[in-house]
């Protein structure tokens, strides 16, 4: 049986809670990571746990990688064959690229939890927070941020 080291231990003391607004360009990825990182930093906590939570259904949230762009190229690549906006959807009040993009967004997250260890987010070398616009034009999206620890 493997062990889990336990790498820090804390009593939750404090928890702040922040909004993000983001103004997307249009389908594709927008990263996030040195607001979130920003966000961890004013609030001061050493251990804990980052919550990022998108306030839309038509644009979500994902862990990537950050260092080779064609990596994002190719997911959105995959989004559009696994929900294309041709397909005809019974729901379209608001557009045909808005069902895909609810799609998009069942597939993907709408919420992520990343710890955070010695004041630092615990992501990998190569990873990166992004909200995943999913629709054709522009918008602007809400990012809540909630972290918790001490």
Do not use: K
């Amino acid at each position: 049986m493997r062990r889990v080291e336990i790498v820090a231990e804390s009593t939750v003391a404090r928890q702040a809670t922040g909004r993000l607004v983001v103004e997307t360009r249009g389908p594709g990825f927008t990263e996030i990571t040195a607001e979130a990182t920003g966000f961890v930093r004013e609030a001061g906590l050493r251990h804990g746990l980052l919550t990022v939570f998108c306030r839309h259904t038509s644009a979500s949230l994902t862990i990537q990688e950050n260092a080779d762009p064609d990596v994002r190229t190719d997911l959105m690549t995959a989004l559009d064959r696994l929900a294309p906006r041709d397909e005809p959807y019974v729901h379209g009040i608001e557009g045909p690229d808005d069902m895909p993009a609810h799609i998009r967004t069942l597939l993907t997250d709408a919420a992520l939890t990343i710890p955070l260890v010695e004041g630092r987010l615990a992501l990998g070398t190569w990873q990166g927070i992004y909200l995943i616009e999913h629709r054709d034009r522009p918008h602007r999206r809400e990012v809540v941020l909630h972290l918790v620890g001490a």
